[in-house]
């Protein structure tokens, strides 16, 4: 089993930034991708940002490129997500997700991925 822990929401203004982290625990996996994925109510959870865990490849939302950048740390599989001119449409819990790869790939449906972290709510006022 694979633990998630997010942290780093709050409430903050539009234009603000905010950086949140995730870090993984428990069983080790040598290949994987970690992403981040937003859910708003009533809407299903979206796919915000992925890094593949040797950063080769990572990838985002049109609805947030540009704005916001995700990162690792491998050491300790740590994965962070920097959101800068942030909107009040970026208001969601967003979510860490790890899935178990052999592959370089970042797949976007949430169901590709195993395991979840319990969410973090990220608020932005007009």
């Known amino acids: 089993q694979v633990q998630l822990v997010e942290s780093g929401g709050g409430l903050v203004q539009a234009g603000d930034w905010l950086k949140l982290s995730c870090a993984a625990s428990g069983e080790p996996i040598s290949t994987y991708t970690m992403a981040w994925f937003r859910r708003t109510p009533g809407k299903e959870r979206e796919f915000v940002a992925g890094i593949t865990w040797n950063g080769e490849l990572d990838d985002y939302a049109d609805a947030v490129q540009g704005r916001f950048t995700i990162s690792r740390v491998n050491s300790n599989k740590v994965v962070y997500l920097q959101m800068n001119s942030l909107k009040p449409e970026d208001t969601a819990v967003y979510y860490c997700?790890?899935?178990?790869?052999?592959?370089?790939?970042?797949?976007?449906?949430?169901?590709?991925?195993?395991?979840w972290g319990q969410g973090t709510q990220v608020t932005v006022s007009s």
């Open positions: 997700a790890l899935r178990r790869n052999l592959i370089v790939e970042i797949p976007i449906m949430a169901n590709e991925y195993n395991y």
